[in-house]
Structures are given as structure tokens and as C-alpha cells.
């Protein structure tokens, strides 16, 4: 008896009803958790750059001067970052043998979320 009267109720109209309020409250929920907690960016100058993985037997001749970090996400995410905690990496476990590498300190952008992890997009070589 009662599943005939759910049954009686749920017709094609209820069920296009409920789909479009479905989706009508994900795009309120979306506009709110923009304007809430909106897209920012923030610039870190002068983060020292760390070499990771550098064999041994090799040295740097060179101090690898410090880069200019970009960050964008949320809000939230963002602005609790100390300037002081944002580090660069090149992580040297290809290099076996000495070589040149040149490396250019363009920016680096990267879209900021949970843990941050910063990567240039190509290798500089």
C-alpha cells in the first residue's frame, strides 16, 4: 500500500521537478562558494630555489639565484601561505655526469590546491 503510493506519486513531472531543482541548487551552491571563497592570486619574490637529488661526485658551480612564485587558487588556500615557507626545487636525479645546465628563473605558475607542490611545467636545460 505504501509503495503504490509512492509509485502513484513519483510521475515523469515530479522527477523532471526534482532534476531541475537539483541542478538549480548546485549552481546557487557554485555562485555562493565563488563569492564566499573567491580565485585569488598571490606573488612570492625572491624564493630561494633548493637543489634536490644531486649525486655526490657532482658540484654547483654556480649559486642558483632565487625566483619569483605565483600562486592562485582559493582564497582560503592562499593567504594562510607564509612567504617565508614557499620554496623552489630542481631536482637533479637525471643529472649523472657533469654537465651545463642553464636555468632561466621565469616564473613559475601553477594552480594552487590542497598540498602544494611546485613544478616547472618543462625542465630547464
Not at 21 to 32: G, P, R
Not at 70 to 79: C, H
Request: proline residues 6%.
Amino acid at each position: 500500500m505504501y509503495i503504490e503510493r509512492i509509485r502513484a506519486y513519483l510521475t515523469r513531472e515530479v522527477a523532471l521537478r526534482f532534476l531541475a531543482s537539483l541542478a538549480l541548487a548546485l549552481i546557487l551552491w557554485a555562485l555562493v562558494t565563488l563569492r564566499e571563497d573567491p580565485e585569488t592570486s598571490r606573488a612570492f619574490a625572491d624564493v630561494p630555489v633548493e637543489s634536490v637529488a644531486l649525486d655526490d661526485s657532482l658540484v654547483l658551480l654556480d649559486e642558483i639565484d632565487p625566483v619569483r612564485v605565483e600562486l592562485s587558487g582559493p582564497e582560503s588556500d592562499i593567504n594562510p601561505i607564509d612567504a617565508n615557507t614557499v620554496v623552489a626545487t630542481i631536482d637533479f636525479s637525471g643529472v649523472n655526469e657533469p654537465e651545463r645546465i642553464s636555468f632561466r628563473s621565469n616564473s613559475i605558475r601553477r594552480t594552487a590546491f590542497g598540498g602544494l607542490d611546485l613544478q616547472p611545467r618543462q625542465p630547464c636545460r
